[in-house]
């Protein structure tokens, strides 16, 4: 299946941007900008407008010590600093409608908590591999799309769309909404991953390895799957999990 993609900026290493003044530029460029580290406490007229800029953004704001701040640069930062993203974050409303009109049908990853950034990339690799159409993920405690994400992902987050959302909970409501079923890969079921229909418009939703899947979501979810475990070891690593799921699906829509 082709994945519905927009051509995106290749760089190799994520770009800083220092000082209020170059941040609110920035934004105001629409820049594709990954986070803002900001010091704590900090105050000032210039400052006030950089937040009121942010207010309406989906922008992760990190309040830091100047420590943190001084170790990524020397530089005069005035408290504020910008991490541009190597790659452009999409919006999962315009995507869904564009995979039926192609005639296909939509399989999303909804990755919730997900912070490792070699799990990012590794499951991003694995559902380029698999025809995945988007991957969603929350605007906070998410991975950091970087250089070790990219290099693990074999260049694979440059090639499938990335939509960064601020309630994955409103998002997964939007899917259902739009016709797919959305299926949480959990241990908290009986029901194994081969029980859901997956032939059927799909969101598959992945929880961080230490909490899994938020409570929310899971109450939101039409159905829950677990991957049969039979060893002494009582977990799979996430990016692996992903694998497992995502090749079942990948296995009912090509029998």
């Known amino acids: 299946m082709d994945n519905h993609r927009r051509p995106q900026r290749v760089k190799e ?9 170059a941040v609110i530029e920035a934004v105001k460029a629409a820049r594709d900008i990954e986070t803002i580290y900001v010091q704590r406490g900090l105050s000032g007229e210039l400052f006030l407008e950089l937040k009121a800029l942010l207010k309406d953004t989906l922008i992760p704001i990190n309040s830091v010590p100047i420590e943190k701040l001084n170790r990524m640069s020397q530089k005069n930062h005035q408290g504020v600093i910008a991490v541009i993203s190597p790659i452009t974050y999409q919006n999962i409303e315009d995507i869904v409608p564009s995979i039926f009109e192609k005639g296909e049908v939509p399989l999303i990853l909804v990755l919730d908590s997900v912070t490792d950034v070699r799990n990012m990339g590794a499951i991003a690799r694995t559902a380029a591999c698999v025809g995945v159409h988007a991957i969603v993920v929350p605007l906070k405690n998410a991975a950091q799309i970087n250089a070790d994400a990219i290099k693990t992902s074999a260049g694979a987050l440059f090639n499938i769309p990335i939509c960064r959302h601020a309630n994955l909970h409103k998002t997964c409501l939007f899917l259902q909404d ?11 079921t009986d029901d194994l991953i ?13 929880g961080s390895e230490d909490e899994g899947i938020s409570n929310e979501l ?4 039409d159905h829950l799957a677990k991957i049969p475990m039979a060893g002494k070891i009582e977990s799979l690593n996430v990016s692996v999990a992903a694998g497992v799921i995502l090749y079942e699906a990948v296995r009912q829509r090509t029998v």
Do not use: H
Request: proline share 5%; charged share 15%; hydrophobic share 45%.
């Open 178 to 188: 739009s016709g797919l079923q959305i299926v949480a890969c959990t241990e908290k």
């Open 218 to 221: 899971l109450r939101v979810a």
């Open 194 to 206: 081969y029980s859901p229909d997956y032939t059927a418009p799909t969101a598959i939703v992945m």
């Open 13 to 21: 290493n994520n770009e800083f941007v220092f000082g209020i003044r």
